[in-house]
C-alpha cells in the first residue's frame, strides 16, 4: 500500500507521546495495561487521521466520488488475527488504484504529470468536460470516476466517420477539430449538435439555392442545428497539479498527536475505576 508523505514522522512523533505515558501507567496499573492503552491510542489516531482525510477530500475537491473517498484507509494494531505480541502498529494509508491519482496531490510543490503516467494514452493527456459528454453522449463517469470501459474508442470511431447501425437516440455526433482554451488552441474531440429541415420562411422557402459548377441553380432543403457544437475532451501535453492535499494531511497528523493525551488518560481513568469497582466487590 501508498504509504502517505510524512507518515513515518507522525509514527514517530505519536510513539513518543505515548512513551510519555509509560513511567504513570507503569506506577498506578501495570505494564500490560500500558501495551494496550498504547494500541487502543494507536489505533484510534490511526482512524482520526482516515476520517480526516476523507472529509478533507470531500472539501478539496469538487464532486468527489465515493472511489476518492475510500482513497484513505486505515489497518488496526489489535485488528482480527492480531494480538500485542505482534507488536503495537497501526497504518493510515492511500489505497493502491488510488495513490496513483492522489501522489499527485501531495508533497511540497507542483507536480507535473505526462503523458502514460496515468490512463491508456501515451501520446497525450485526455482532459474531459463531463457536463458536455452527459449532455450530448449520455456518458457518466464511473466509480474511479473515469471513462467508462470502452467509451473512448466508441468516441475514436465516430470521429472518424464510423457509427453503429442502430444509434441510440439523442446522440450527438462526434468529430475531432481544434479548440480554444484559455488563448490557447488545442485539439480536441467535439460533440456535433444534431440538424434537421428548416421551418419555411415567410415566403414559404424552405430550401437554399445556389449555381453549380455547370452554372446550374440547384435547390436543397435548408437545414438547421439543434444547439451549437460542445467540447468533449482537450488534448494537453502535460499538466500541472497543485499539492492540495498535503495541508489538510499535516493538519490530520497534528490533530491526531493533540488527541493522545486524551486518549491515554482516558484509557488509564478507566483502569483505574475498573479495578476500584473489582476491589471493592462491585
Known amino acids: 500500500m501508498a504509504a502517505p508523505p510524512t507518515y513515518a514522522r507522525f509514527v514517530q512523533d505519536l510513539t513518543r507521546a505515548i512513551r510519555s505515558w509509560e513511567e504513570q501507567y507503569v506506577s498506578e496499573v501495570s505494564y500490560r495495561k500500558f501495551e494496550r492503552a498504547a494500541a487502543w491510542t494507536v489505533d484510534e489516531s490511526a482512524k482520526a487521521v482516515k476520517v480526516h482525510m476523507r472529509d478533507a477530500t470531500d472539501d478539496v475537491f469538487k464532486d468527489a466520488t465515493p472511489w476518492m473517498l475510500q482513497a484513505w484507509q486505515y489497518r488496526r494494531s489489535l485488528g482480527k488475527g492480531r494480538s500485542l505480541r505482534d507488536g503495537v502498529e497501526a497504518e493510515a494509508y492511500v489505497a493502491d488504484p488510488q495513490s496513483v491519482v492522489m501522489k499527485y496531490a501531495m508533497g511540497d510543490s507542483r507536480t507535473t504529470r505526462f503523458p502514460g503516467d496515468v490512463g491508456l494514452a501515451q501520446d497525450r493527456i485526455l482532459v474531459p468536460h463531463w457536463k458536455n459528454l452527459a449532455l450530448t453522449q449520455g456518458i457518466r463517469p464511473n466509480r ?73 441553380v440547384k435547390a436543397l432543403p435548408k437545414v438547421v442545428n439543434l444547439g451549437r457544437p460542445r467540447i468533449l475532451m482537450v488534448e494537453i501535453p502535460r499538466a500541472e497539479y497543485r499539492p492540495v492535499m498535503q495541508r489538510p494531511f499535516e493538519d490530520a497528523v497534528s490533530q491526531a498527536q493533540r488527541g493522545v493525551a486524551d486518549l491515554m488518560a482516558g484509557e488509564l481513568a478507566e483502569n483505574l475505576r475498573h479495578r476500584g469497582w473489582r476491589s471493592g466487590g462491585g
Open 144 to 216: 474511479s470516476h473515469d471513462l467508462p470501459g470502452a467509451t473512448m474508442a466508441r468516441l475514436a470511431r465516430n470521429a472518424e466517420g464510423q457509427y453503429a447501425k442502430r444509434t441510440v437516440a439523442g446522440r450527438w455526433g462526434v468529430y475531432r477539430g481544434e479548440v480554444k482554451v484559455g488563448g490557447s488552441r488545442l485539439m480536441g474531440y467535439i460533440a456535433r449538435p444534431p440538424r434537421v429541415r428548416a421551418q419555411a420562411d415567410e415566403y414559404g422557402n424552405a430550401k437554399s439555392r445556389f449555381i453549380n459548377a455547370k452554372g446550374k
